[in-house]
């Protein structure tokens, strides 16, 4: 390979068509087995399978929810939930869809519509209420094994690796293994990847495994660097200079010898700026300004944007080699219950009276449980403009804006499903009082009282925390 080349790593999921895939239901959330979140049961084309609490009954081949990980699919026990039936819904696969039927006493809600029968296509929401939340996936039946990370480096199941990766999807694993490979490279790294998608914590994860680890990691945000300071902040300068009486000045570049200069959109400097690092990404020299001698930095230069490639000036953009694309959340749906467990987990930590608010026992999955699934289905099918970072704020707002024992959905954001949602109908035109007296002609039946408004429970749950209806 010519010293030209460039190495792209792209994170983001085959496409059906190149593989045998077939469609899962992942658990997404769970009233009495939270710490099965990630779980995964698939339903082969032209099969049927019996989603039920505990073994069911003979006769009938039970959806068998299991742990998926690189070559191993690690069946887990029988469901439970003192609101599932045993038999509670007949699913056959469809090839394109999944099909369902009712059969047990728990309602069962399609995208937050109330439906005895239906069908689950990739990305809809399958709930049980109160008791289950599932995300329809289409995967490999058995994902290929890492060629890179070994068993004894993988993460707990559905917790964070030792360096800040989460996420149980196919992507995310490929994440990892790739990772680890760019890590060990000695080449510079361009990590691409839509805003808020995590591209500083993959360029952390890069220099935390590679052989640089114990050197420090420098990092800046390129938007932030002064146009006409730009030389001083990136190479320092001498005492002195360029006023007497100046102490003398590192630079970032000094700072990362024998570490890693992490530069977060580097897309943000302009492209003459950008000329001023190519010697450095070619030789690690550079020279401090009002100093009359080269130097040489020994580094690795790791720098990210959300822009395009070609917005970068060429010769710079040829001297990162090694391309990391991160997937964003609409790639990797089945993980944003893991990243909320990761992100509660932050927000109790920084805040520990949140514990009481909203009595969170526990650690980890258990914490999840603090979330009304109403809200857990929202956020899985929602669309992000800044990924996880978005996701952290939508999670606090439903924190500060909640007023009931759960963290639930805020008002606002009601209807920010994915366009692909088929279950939340047309618009809502139902004011308080028609709320109020459906509740009523029904003794506080949400069901029957949605179906007299012609509403879905999903929408009629929206409407009671709009109105503020207990």
Not at 162 to 169: M, V
Not at 247 to 269: C, K, Q, S, V, Y
Not at 308 to 335: C, H, I, N, Q, Y
Request: aromatic share 4%; charged share 25%; with cysteine.
């Amino acid at each position: 390979m010519s010293d030209d080349a460039t190495i792209t790593i792209d994170h983001r999921p085959s496409r059906a068509g190149d593989v045998a895939t077939e469609l899962g239901l992942v658990i997404v959330w769970s009233s009495a087995q939270p710490e099965r979140v990630g779980e995964i049961g698939f339903v082969p084309r032209g099969a049927s399978r019996l989603l039920g609490r505990g073994e069911g009954p003979s006769g009938e081949t039970a959806l068998v929810f299991g742990r998926q990980r690189p070559g191993e699919l690690v069946p887990g026990e029988a469901l439970a939930g003192r609101g599932i039936s045993r038999r509670q819904l007949v699913l056959r696969g469809e090839g394109d869809h999944i099909g369902f039927e009712r059969v047990g006493r728990c309602p069962a809600l399609l995208n937050g519509r109330e439906l005895d029968t239906g069908r689950v296509a990739e990305g809809d929401v399958l709930a049980l209420t109160e008791q289950l939340v599932l995300l329809c996936v289409r995967r490999r039946l058995e994902l290929p094994p890492l060629r890179n990370l070994p068993p004894e480096r993988w993460p707990d199941f559905g917790r964070a690796d030792a360096t800040g990766l989460i996420g149980e999807s196919p992507a995310a694993w490929r994440m990892r293994d790739e990772v680890a490979l760019v890590a060990m490279t000695s080449a510079h790294v361009l990590v691409l990847g839509p805003s808020g998608a995590g591209k500083e914590v993959i360029a952390a994860a890069i220099h935390r495994l590679s052989p640089r680890q114990q050197a420090p990691l420098v990092s800046r945000n390129a938007a932030t660097l002064p146009e006409g300071l730009v030389d001083a902040e990136l190479f320092g300068h001498v005492a002195d200079y360029p006023q007497a009486g100046m102490a003398a000045r590192e630079g970032l570049i000094g700072e990362a010898d024998g570490g890693t200069l992490f530069l977060d959109e580097i897309g943000e400097l302009d492209a003459s700026l950008q000329a001023h690092l190519l010697r450095v990404l070619d030789q690690g020299e550079y020279q401090r300004l009002g100093d009359d001698r080269r130097r040489r930095a020994d580094l690795r230069v790791v720098a990210a944007t959300n822009r395009d490639v070609s917005e970068l000036k060429g010769d710079f953009a040829a001297r990162l080699k090694v391309r990391v694309t991160v997937p964003g959340l609409e790639e990797r749906r089945e993980d944003i219950p893991l990243l909320l467990i990761m992100l509660l987990e932050r927000a109790v930590r920084d805040t520990p009276q949140l514990r009481q608010t909203y009595a969170l026992e526990g650690e980890g999955p258990a914490l999840l449980t603090a979330l009304e699934p109403d809200f857990v289905s929202d956020l899985v099918r929602g669309s992000y403009a800044y990924h996880v970072r978005e996701l952290d704020r939508r999670l606090w707002e439903a924190i500060v804006g909640s007023v009931g024992p759960r963290i639930a959905l805020v008002a606002e954001h009601a209807g920010a499903s994915a366009s692909h949602d088929v279950g939340d109908g047309p618009a809502v035109d139902v004011d308080a009082d028609a709320v109020r007296a459906a509740l009523d002609a029904h003794e506080g039946n949400k069901t029957a009282a949605a179906a007299e408004l012609g509403l879905s429970r999903f929408q009629l749950y929206r409407l009671l925390k709009r109105f503020d209806i207990a």
